[in-house]
């Protein structure tokens, strides 16, 4: 559903139950309601038994969706939070807060090259929120990038730890600390998580 954002809109951020963020969603914008939910795209892997990944969009404001209403149109809070899955209305001494008063016409811009995502994160700073290639055979939640410190986590330098050098998809190259020097080691990405 693509939606042209402009200064006609006055935006709301409702609070939903917790993971039920996409539903929420599905279920305003079939009752006629300009609703978005930015999320986040991230690898993950498919299931336990394999190495295979695939994206998995997550909220980036969990709990929260943000809902537009036309600037002449009255809004129709009795009808939005009589839904069982919104808990409330973000506000400020007692009214509902409109976002939009705080945001600059380009934040609210949108084409079809802009995720959700992208539209959330405009009004900090424009970025992109998707996996980079070479985190495609970390570990799951251990992803790491050069100049990262790295825990070793299987064969036979379990325990180690050491700094990036270089990522790709294919191996990473760690600087590890051993028999008196250090060592640059080659091993594949799946081997080593982030460091704590």
């Known amino acids: 559903m693509e939606t042209t954002y402009t200064r006609d809109l006055k935006w709301f951020a409702l609070r939903v139950s917790p993971q039920k963020e996409k539903i929420a969603t599905i279920m305003l914008r079939h009752k006629g309601f300009d609703v978005r939910l930015p999320v986040e795209e991230k690898w993950r892997k498919a299931n336990r038994f394999t190495k295979q990944r695939r994206k998995v969009s997550f909220p980036l404001a969990y709990g929260y969706i943000f809902v537009g209403f036309g600037k002449g149109r009255e809004v129709p809070w009795h009808d939005i939070l009589n839904l069982h899955f919104v808990k409330g209305v973000i506000g400020y001494q ?103």
């Open 94 to 196: 007692g009214r509902p807060f409109e976002l939009s008063r705080y945001m600059r016409p380009k934040d609210l811009r949108t084409s079809s090259s802009r995720t959700d995502a992208d539209w959330l994160a405009g009004v900090c700073q424009d970025s992109e929120f998707t996996a980079r290639p070479e985190q495609r055979g970390q570990r799951t939640y251990g992803e790491f990038a050069e100049g990262d410190v790295v825990q070793l986590v299987t064969g036979g330098f379990d325990g180690f730890r050491g700094k990036v050098i270089s990522v790709s998809e294919a191996d990473a190259v760690i600087l590890l600390t051993m028999f008196g020097g250090e060592r640059e080691v080659k091993i594949s990405p799946d081997m080593a998580v982030k460091a704590a």
